[in-house]
């Protein structure tokens, strides 16, 4: 009987075919209305804004009562 290899595949191979598996932090910037920190493409979740006009209302909470 011949010898067999001990791995299927070099760890080499398997960490280039795996290399897009990894976590990636998300990219957040400045709101430009109220500096807020938020998500890219996306509403404010503070102030509702985004590209300089309201997309979500933002319940005011002086007025509930």
């Known amino acids: 009987m011949p010898p ?3 791995r299927k ?3 080499t191979r398997q ?3 795996r290399g897009h598996h990894r ?3 998300p ?3 400045t709101c430009s209305d109220c500096r807020a920190p938020r998500l890219a493409h996306k ?3 503070v102030c509702g ?3 300089g006009r309201e997309v979500l209302p933002i319940p005011d909470p002086d007025l509930e009562g």
Do not use: I
Request: glycine residues 0%; aromatic residues 10%; proline residues 14%.
């Open 23 to 25: 976590l990636r932090a």
């Open 15 to 17: 960490r280039k075919r």
């Open 43 to 45: 509403a404010c979740p």
């Open 49 to 51: 804004m985004y590209r």
């Open 4 to 6: 067999l290899p001990k």
């Open 27 to 29: 990219h957040v910037v």
């Open 9 to 11: 595949y070099p760890r």
